[in-house]
């Protein structure tokens, strides 16, 4: 999470997923948003 937030990027397609017990938490860099996702 900390990565997203100290970086300034164009890119949209960048994510980082957290797998927690039978759930997949997916924090996505979207237009500029931090969306989570949850699986």
Request: aromatic share 8%; with cysteine; hydrophobic share 35%.
């Amino acid at each position: 999470l900390e990565k997203l937030q100290k970086r300034k990027s164009l890119m949209q397609e960048n994510s980082i997923s957290y797998p927690c017990g039978n759930k997949v938490f997916t924090f996505k860099d979207v237009e500029n948003q931090l969306k989570l996702i949850i699986n």
